[in-house]
Each structure stands twice: as structure tokens, then as C-alpha cells.
């Protein structure tokens, strides 16, 4: 946290804390300002916690895990992301926390975490996705997208822009 060192300290149990600091009022009047232990927050799908810091009235909302890795947990050369063990993504005490390479990642959010999806059985429409019925984008050939629905979005597109 060196862009906002001084103005917050991070423990080994997940936590982050403002520093006690003195603030002029408006009045010119000086006062102290206690430390207190910012409100965590989800910040995805996934279950990873955010928290909201401020540093000159420019926010800043980075993930916990990712905050707690850097200032505590030892990192090697190619490992860029955060890993948690068995206790899940909310818990980000060191004990949890390590980094890791993507392969890794991968690995332990199927060992510990949700396993990722595979691919979906029918559309949201209720078509089955067989592979007569997938169209594979050109540039993105790793996506399915429905053939029965997209006939049907051009039929009405159609049907739109010749009642008009």
C-alpha cells in the first residue's frame, strides 16, 4: 500500500485499518481522528472482498486479498495472482492467502473454490446446444452462441424495419 502508506496499515488477519492522523476544521481548530477498522464489502461474483480507501478525495477500491498479499506474503518472480486455500475467497488472513502462478489459481479454485462452468446444456430460451444448433464466432471461437435464437433476433429485426 505505498500509495497510501501513512494513511493505513494492513494486518496479517485480513483486516485494514485507517491510522489515528490530525485534521484542521474549518474553523482552523485542530483535531484527532481515530484509527478505525474499514467495512469490508463483495466486489464480484466470485466472493472476494473490497474495501473503499481515500487518499486526498480520490477513492481507490482495491481488492482485500490482493492488499493483504502484498504487504505480507512473500512473492516470487511469475506468480501474479493471489491464491486462497481451503477457508474460501472472504477469509484473507495470511494463513490463506499466497501467490501463485494462473495454472495454480486454476487449480486451487477447483480444489477449494466453485470449479468454473462448463459448457451450457441449452440457452436461455430453452434450446438444446448441440452442435447443429452453435454458431462459433470467427474472432472469438471459444464462444457458443444459439443458431434458433439468433434467427430469431434477425426475423424481428427484419420485421421491424420493414413495418417502418
Not at 474499514?38 to 481515500?54: D, F, N, S, W, Y
Not at 444448433?133 to 433476433?153: F, I, L, S, T
Given at each position: ?25 474549518s474553523n482552523g481548530v485542530p483535531m ?39 504487504e505480507w506474503c512473500e512473492r516470487q ?47 436461455a430460451a430453452g434450446h438444446e446446444m ?35
Open positions: 500500500m505505498s500509495e497510501f502508506a501513512g494513511l493505513y496499515e494492513v494486518s496479517n488477519r485480513g483486516r485494514i485499518r485507517s491510522t489515528p492522523r490530525v485534521i484542521t476544521r484527532t481522528v481515530r484509527g478505525t477498522v474499514l467495512a469490508q464489502h463483495p466486489g464480484g461474483k466470485h466472493g472476494h472482498l473490497k474495501v473503499t480507501l481515500i487518499k486526498n478525495g480520490v477513492q481507490a477500491t482495491p481488492w482485500v486479498h490482493r492488499v493483504v498479499a502484498v518472480p511469475g506468480q501474479d495472482y493471489v491464491l486462497h486455500g481451503p477457508a474460501g475467497p472472504t477469509i484473507n488472513d495470511i494463513g490463506n492467502l499466497r501467490w501463485g502462478t494462473a495454472i495454480e489459481n486454476s487449480a486451487d479454485r477447483k480444489e477449494f473454490g466453485v470449479p468454473y462452468p462448463g459448457p451450457r446444456e441449452t440457452c448441440t452442435e447443429d444448433n452453435v454458431y462459433r464466432p470467427p474472432k472469438r471461437p471459444n464462444d457458443r452462441h444459439c443458431k434458433a435464437c439468433q434467427r430469431k433476433r434477425v426475423r424481428d429485426f427484419r420485421a421491424i424495419k420493414s413495418a417502418s
